[in-house]
C-alpha cells in the first residue's frame, strides 16, 4: 500500500522512491529513479526528471520541471513556472545528458515564481528568489537576490523577512525574534 497520494491522472514510474504524506496533483510525471521526501506537495503539471532527489517539506507549484541534476534539501519552495536548466549549451541535434550539471537548492531557500536558474550553481540556505529573476551564479545563504540577470539587494530571515542590520552588524526577524549576525558578507543565525 502506498502511503502518498497521487491523482488519477498523474504518472509514476514504477522505480521511484516517494515519502509519506507526500501529494502529487493532476497531470504531472514523475520519472525513473527519482527520490522525494516525505510531506512533499507537486502542483498540477510538474515534471519530475530522473535521478532528481527532493527532500522532505518541498512544495512544487504547478508547471514547474525538475531536470536531471537538481537536488533540492528540506523545506525548498519552488513557485509557479519557474525554470530549471541542466545544460549550459543547448541543441536538439547533439545528445549531451553526459553533461548535465548539478544545481543545488539548500535548505529552507524559495525561488519565486517564473525565476530560471541556469544550471551548475548552489542556491544558499534560506535564499528568497525574487519573481521573475534570472539567477547565473552561486547565491549565498540568507540573500535576497532579484533581477535579470540577478542581484543581491539585500537579506533575508528563515521566515523569509528582510533583515536590516544595524551598525554592530546584528538584526532581529520581525516575526520570529531571532537574532541574526552579518560578518564578512554571511549571515548566521545567533542561538
Not at 99 to 107: A, D, F, G, I, N
Not at 128 to 134: F, H, Y
Amino acid at each position: 500500500m502506498k502511503s502518498y497520494f497521487a491523482h488519477e491522472t498523474a504518472v509514476i514510474d514504477s522505480d521511484c522512491n516517494i515519502g509519506e504524506g507526500t501529494n502529487i496533483w493532476h497531470f504531472s510525471h514523475v520519472m525513473s529513479k527519482c527520490i522525494i521526501g516525505e510531506n512533499c506537495n507537486l502542483g498540477q503539471n510538474v515534471v519530475i526528471s530522473p535521478e532528481v532527489i527532493i527532500g522532505n517539506n518541498v512544495k512544487v507549484q504547478n508547471n514547474v520541471s525538475i531536470y536531471t541534476g537538481v537536488i533540492c534539501e528540506d523545506d525548498v519552495f519552488l513557485g509557479p513556472s519557474m525554470v530549471f536548466t541542466n545544460i549550459i549549451n543547448p541543441r536538439s541535434a547533439i545528445k549531451r545528458k553526459d553533461q548535465y550539471k548539478k544545481t543545488l537548492v539548500k535548505k529552507g531557500a524559495s525561488i519565486g515564481a517564473n525565476a530560471t536558474i541556469i544550471c551548475g550553481i548552489v542556491i544558499g540556505e534560506f535564499a528568497l528568489i525574487g519573481a521573475g529573476s534570472v539567477v547565473l551564479k552561486d547565491i549565498v545563504p540568507y540573500a535576497l537576490v532579484v533581477g535579470n540577470p540577478s542581484r543581491q539587494i539585500g537579506w533575508v530571515s528563515e521566515y523569509g523577512h528582510k533583515l536590516n542590520f544595524n551598525e554592530l552588524g546584528y538584526a532581529i526577524c520581525s516575526e520570529s525574534k531571532e537574532e541574526y549576525q552579518l560578518k564578512a558578507n554571511r549571515v548566521q543565525k545567533v542561538v
